[in-house]
């Protein structure tokens, strides 16, 4: 069995999150992805969070498993040949994603020049092609507003980068789409999308463009209640924090059971003459909700009450801290086949994932590192490019490409 | 030019998020998306938020644009019906999406009898099996502990379910990715993720377990600055809030320079003997240049405000209410052209977004409506699973199927 996407070959100009994972998503899957940097290295060369030694930890998640590319583009010949790396031949090739957005030589309407058939994915930042991030868009859609402890008053953004991750995800569905088509009709595509488009459109798969426009009352902050059913945090004994969910009606009814307030909830029925069993009732009704269920969390230790969800078969789950879940979480460590334990030079040992999906009839690509910058500068100009050992010596000598295994005069930042 | 996906035909048997977004994602590219539900609705038929008629308006946003049917799955009848469904010949059909890990009838090993070549696309809570939402995978990993206020001694939750979107998406490009593998192959596939593998990936992509093993600090909350470089709030004279970055060297001199905080900027270096123009430098020092910025945004609206970053070619946003943003924002609205003004009954008018992304091969599909519960019932059993009339009102007579034109005896809820 080979990898689902083995022989397909994609071309990535990029920086930062949603192309490099779309990339990466590719090349966990088996396709064989060229990442080009200029010299030195990209925008994201640098990005926190970094290791020890000062190297980035995010360039090395974020490009596992890609070979790597480092020219210098502003010189015609630097241009020429990343042009010549993405319009190489090869029915499985042809395919460029790019969040760089450069108008002129590597743009859809010069490049399909050179290769008619060409499928180029441009991420932007919104669609009028403004720049924007994932820090910009969020604020500017409302998800920070509702976020946060109840009655807080301010805004409180996203940790996690959400948007460019789901950005990353939808390049990659993009890229499938139209190699799809390509295999059927033969034809290339310029595809666009932009993370402000796809936050605007996840708001309105939500439902949540609707709620603003039709309801008077707005969504406001709910800490850590699940929206619009009942979910909640509690504190057990020993200070620990568990999550426990009641969303579904088998939810409910295990946590109602296990937490012994069948009595209680049915005096709160009673009590509001409301229909415990609505989903938007247990939402109106989360507070009290809360107290009733409280100090049965309060008088146990986290690992009991967890056994006791368990067994009553609730859905819940520890709060951690990130460390924590790292130290204690198998599924975060090798016991998980995702993940394999790697030595990456330059930052240390840890656990890395591959892909989370499994596909029976294909392997599964294990773990791969990340390249070291221009580490496969050489080949790629030999295998992709075509080139004999003299020209590929002769771009080395006049600077328009690095590698690490070649000693260079300029050093170029 | 017709829709990059059209003539596929997808099954989803789902509930909730993740895997109704990917259906949708799919219909929307052009695919004819079947949605199967019990008689009555699924486990998502009433999810928040709802309209003011108290139907949901989540349902309405994730199933925009699928052909509904409603059938009784627990008579053996019902059974064989959606096994028909889903293995239904057609060289671009026999793909089936889910959420509800039904073991015997509905599982890959029995589907694939009825077709061999079956792409069946399964989304777990974890690898294990057991449930786990968007809500119970984000503490157990640690995002609340990073999100909110400095300083904040809680956990805070995402209100965005991130999780679910980022899987519903690779759900997408996992059967992409195994429906290229059958046109070249004509093998069938089983694949499976889970949301907590997706999260424990994406957390690794992030470089965050690498963080977390290697790095003695926690990384700790951090409000609303951007992580690892420069990017933060600020309040205008007129009380609105601002979002500003300075990830890039050019963004950052941009921001420097509207604010004209050159010389204390320098200062500040000289002070610390420290070089700004490292983003991890920025990091360490951005409450001392946020009190530099600070006075320049107090001093004047954020309408000024904004046209002073706009033409200093600062990335930034504003900081809204969701109502304020569909209220405000041009993008939220058929001023862009992924928006279509609809009238979904029973739930009001406002605009609903197609897809994010454009093929300049293809056709856009425009924005389309959820069907009504079980609206495309009677045209399934006839196209799909080619019964006749006769066969037809039989199934509606004895309550297997239900659809909102044909009158039931018995209704199951």
Redesign the interface.
Known sequence: MSQ??KGMRIVEGSAF?AVP?AG??LAQ?GADVIRFDRIGGG?DA???????S?Q???????N?GKRSIAVDMRAPEGKELITRIITAPGEDAGMFLTNLRVRGWMD?ETLSKHRADLIMVTLM???HGR???D???N???????????EG?A?????????WD??AG??V???L??????R?R?G????????L???A????????????????DD??G????A????Y?Q?FLCADGK?V?V?G??GRQWAALVKVTGSGDAIDSLAAQTGLDLK???VR?ALRHQITEIFKPWFAAQNAAIVGRKLDEAGA?????????????E?A??STD?P??EMLH?PG??T?????????????ARKPAAKAPVLGAHTEEILGDVVGMDDTEISRLFDTGIVQSPNFAVSRHVA
Do not use: C
């Open positions: 689902i996407l999150v994972l990466m998503t899957m925008l640098k990005r926190w969070p970094v290791a020890p000062g980035s930890l995010f360039w090395a998640g974020m596992k859809h930042g919104d669609r720049p924007q991030v820090y910009t868009v604020p500017a859609l409302g998800i920070p507003d509702i976020t946060g402890p807080y301010e805004p409180v953004a996203n940790a996690l980068p959400a991750l789901i995800n939808m990659v569905s993009s499938l789409a139209a190699e799809r088509h295999l009709k034809e290339g595509q310029d595809v666009e999308l932009s402000k488009d796809v605007a459109a996840t708001l309105g798969h939500l439902g949540m463009i609707g709620d603003a426009m039709l309801n707005a969504r902050k709910s800490g850590n699940l929206y619009g059913a979910g945090d924090r999550m969910i969303l579904t609505e989903e938007g939402w859905t819940w789950s520890h709060f951690r801290t990130v460390k924590e879940a790292v130290a979480d599924d975060l998980n995702m993940f990456q930052l240390g840890f656990p890395v994932p591959g892909a989370p999906m499994t596909f029976s009839a294909s």
